[in-house]
């Protein structure tokens, strides 16, 4: 399968549009709460101090992570999704590599954290994250910590 074509934004939630906010966060109410069944605080209060990192396909969200740094702690990539639309173009791995990309930009020699949903855990060991916790249930969906050390 041929990789699709995709642009790259990375900006803050206060450059937004409020068209544009709008439909970030309903895409990931529709995958994380609506799809995935699991209700829960997805507008958690972190994403005015969060990067949100966007793979655009024809203008439209493709994919999308969202990168934030605890205070005194490792850099962290979350709410990693990739639209049911755009699904089967190996867009998921090309969101990570740009997330990871972003991360060592921004915070050189730092290691990257991550919860991973426990079905991920081949995929994210293939872009160099080992698991640093048990398996634990978060939002009844399994989950395990992750880490990577390395640059890319």
């Not at 990789?3 to 937004?16: I, K, N």
């Not at 309903?26 to 990192?53: I, T």
């Not at 969202?66 to 755009?86: C, D, K, M, T, Y």
Request: charged share 25%; aromatic share 8%.
């Amino acid at each position: 399968m041929t990789a699709t074509a995709y642009g790259v934004d990375v900006r803050r939630m206060e450059s937004f549009s409020a068209v544009e906010l709008y439909a970030l966060l309903k895409l990931r109410v529709d995958v994380f709460v609506v799809e995935q069944a699991c209700p829960y605080p997805e507008l958690d209060g972190k994403d005015a101090d969060a990067l949100h990192l966007r793979l655009l396909v024809d203008g439209e969200t493709a994919a999308y992570a969202r990168i934030w740094r605890p205070e005194n702690a490792a850099p962290r990539i979350g709410r990693v999704l990739v639209s049911p639309g755009h699904r089967g173009k190996k867009l998921g791995e090309a969101l990570m590599r740009e997330a990871i990309r972003a991360c060592e930009t921004r915070f050189p020699g730092m290691p990257i954290e991550l919860s991973a949903q426990s079905y991920l855990l081949q995929f994210y060991r293939s872009l160099g994250f080992s698991p640093t916790s048990e398996e634990y249930v978060e939002d009844s969906i399994p989950h395990i910590d992750m880490r990577r050390s390395t640059p890319l």
